[in-house]
């Protein structure tokens, strides 16, 4: 499978970006899809999950109340709505299909990867 990440850019603190990540060469169903970022110096960190078998959604206590994961069955997509930015959210972003369906916010435990996109934020 191949992931390709999309939608990131220069914002405005305080303003959106959606980011989207599709995937070819297999669908997503029944496993889970994450959002993770890495700002340089620092190690990669997640953001956001869905359970696609469930649309269940996960978020990291960062960006609870400001982030919305969705999914797109008929475009083997997933979307996230990134609302009211910080630059503290400057990071690539990049997405990734989990080794399994059950949720994990464990990078080691997602082994297809996209190759991310540059989310930068200004103040």
């Known amino acids: 499978v191949q992931l390709q990440a999309s939608g990131g850019g220069l914002v405005q603190a305080g303003g959106s970006l959606r980011l989207s990540c599709k995937a070819s060469?297999?669908?997503?169903?029944?496993?889970?899809v994450g959002w993770f970022r890495q700002a340089p110096g620092k190690e990669r960190e997640f953001v956001s999950a869905?359970?696609?078998?469930?649309?269940?959604?996960y978020y990291a206590a960062s960006v609870t109340g400001r982030f919305i994961i969705s999914g797109d069955n008929a475009k083997n997509t997933v979307y996230l709505q990134m609302n009211r930015l910080k630059p503290e959210d400057t990071a690539v972003h990049y997405c990734a299909q989990g080794i399994r369906g059950s949720y994990s916010n464990d990078p080691r435990l997602y082994n297809y990867w996209g190759q991310g996109t540059q989310v930068t934020v200004s103040s």
């Open positions: 869905i359970k696609w078998s469930t649309d269940s959604t």
């Open positions: 060469g297999r669908t997503f169903s029944n496993y889970i």
